[in-house]
């Protein structure tokens, strides 16, 4: 495993080779933090609560920023990057089918994930207490266990396979809970009614630019502003989807394009 700087961002290239979760020194820690959690001393005068071997587990966990995981690892295991709050961004190789439980639990500045298009299970508060505001689950997810994305408080946009089962709890604590009861049914249908065809064409895994077009063709080009029942547009959907590389602003010159050239055939 190696880190350099990418974006900016101190990036850990993940490779499996070495196990960088330690139960003895998490618990020391957790211990420790939770002690002094209503004290008045600062972070680095906590630290000092540690041993040196702790000491210096959180500080090297508390460097990383991004995390690319690389080609070969088939799965992340469970607590691999749990308290490491600096996390900001995961891209996780095509390679990755399971993440265990607790894997990224309460890694508070985690935003944005890349999942791998192979993904087949999400572990119990894999991704808890992070920081996320919209997550594309693949179409080969069959399972979200409980509370996998709970206590992200800023999750609003969650794209489900009609097949995946989600666990109890897995959003709870999110503003998308706020839309139950009813909420994890529509979700798991990606707005089945045929007026949402675009969410559901902007959301799905791949868009296609002649799917997308034929329907911009029946609904016109406002479609790309009109809300679900959540609040979210089409063109939100499309400019967050990860597995995409089409931009609305191409979308409609090329649309724009292809109706010109009709009418001066015509």
Same mark, same amino acid.
């Given at each position: ?24 020194? %998490?618990? $020391? %820690?957790?211990?420790?933090?939770? /002690? ?19 000491? #210096? !587990?959180?500080?090297? +966990? ?22 490491? %709050?600096?996390? $900001? ?9 399971? =993440?265990?439980?607790?894997?990224? !639990? ?33 179409? +080969?997810? +069959? ?7 709970? /206590? ?9 396979? /009609?097949?995946? #089962? ?15 009861? /009813?909420?994890?049914?529509? =979700? ?7 007026? %949402? ?7 799905? !895994? ?8 034929? =329907? ?13 029942? =959540?609040?979210?547009?089409? @063109? ?16 409609? +010159?090329?649309?724009? @394009? ?9």
């Amino acid at each position: 495993m190696r880190t350099e700087v990418v974006d900016g961002l101190l990036t850990l290239f993940y490779d499996g080779s070495k196990n960088l979760f330690n139960a003895n020194l %998490y618990i $020391e %820690y957790d211990v420790v933090w939770q /002690r002094l959690r209503k004290s008045d001393l600062t972070k680095e005068e906590k630290m000092n609560y540690l041993s040196p071997e702790c000491q #210096e !587990y959180v500080k090297e +966990r508390w460097t990383w920023e991004q995390v690319i995981v690389e080609e070969g690892v088939t799965f992340i295991q469970g607590n691999t990057f749990a308290l490491c %709050y600096n996390i $900001e961004s995961v891209i996780f190789a095509n390679t990755v089918t399971i =993440i265990e439980d607790y894997a990224f !639990y309460r890694c508070k500045k985690l935003a944005c994930i890349k999942l791998s298009v192979n993904l087949e299970s999400v572990g119990r508060s894999a991704f808890h207490s992070c920081k996320l505001s919209s997550v594309f689950l693949p179409p +080969r997810c +069959r399972i979200v266990h409980t509370k996998a994305f709970a /206590r992200n408080k800023n999750l609003i946009n969650l794209v489900v396979p /009609r097949g995946t #089962e989600l666990g109890p709890d897995c959003i709870t604590g999110t503003k998308l809970a706020e839309f139950a009861p /009813r909420l994890l049914t529509w =979700i798991k249908n990606i707005n089945a009614d045929d007026k %949402y065809a675009l969410h559901r064409a902007c959301a799905s !895994y791949n868009p296609l630019k002649e799917v997308i077009f034929g =329907i911009i063709e029946e609904k016109g080009l406002k479609a790309f502003k009109e809300k679900n029942e =959540i609040g979210i547009t089409p @063109s939100r959907y499309l400019q967050e989807n990860p597995y995409t590389d089409l931009s609305e602003m191409d979308i409609v +010159r090329d649309y724009m @394009s292809k109706k010109l050239n009709f009418q001066e055939y015509m």
